[in-house]
């Protein structure tokens, strides 16, 4: 079993910045693909972010450019830089892991 425990969501004006972390503990190795998704109020979660172990990443096209996806296999850890951020990445942004889902961080963007 995985437990993920995300941080560094918040209130951020549009064109600002911020920086999500993912932490993982548990007996499974950090050795799989991982993932950041988002949901926003009355919409489908959605896929934003992944990253191999290996460091091969991939995004979604609404992000691309402007959000960019770590990870340190020493520690455990993901995170998620989210630059030029815009009104419609607001929502709920949860990592994810072989099945285990963390228990999300908020986002809002807004003047």
Do not use: H
């Not at 437990?3 to 951020?12: A, F």
């Not at 990443?57 to 020493?74: C, E, L, M």
């Not at 455990?76 to 630059?83: A, D, E, I, P």
């Amino acid at each position: 079993q995985v437990q993920l425990v995300e941080s560094g969501g918040g209130l951020v004006q549009p064109g600002g910045s911020l920086r999500l972390s993912c932490a993982a503990s548990g007996s499974i190795p950090f050795i799989y693909n991982m993932d950041w998704y988002r949901q926003a109020p009355g919409k489908q979660r959605e896929l934003v972010a992944t990253i191999t172990r290996g460091g091969t990443t991939n995004y979604a096209d609404p992000v691309k450019g402007r959000f960019t996806i770590s990870r340190d296999n020493a520690k455990k850890t993901v995170s998620l830089q989210m630059n030029s951020l815009k009104p419609e990445d607001t929502g709920v942004y949860l990592c994810y892991y072989i099945g285990n889902w963390g228990q999300g961080t908020q986002v809002t963007v807004s003047s």
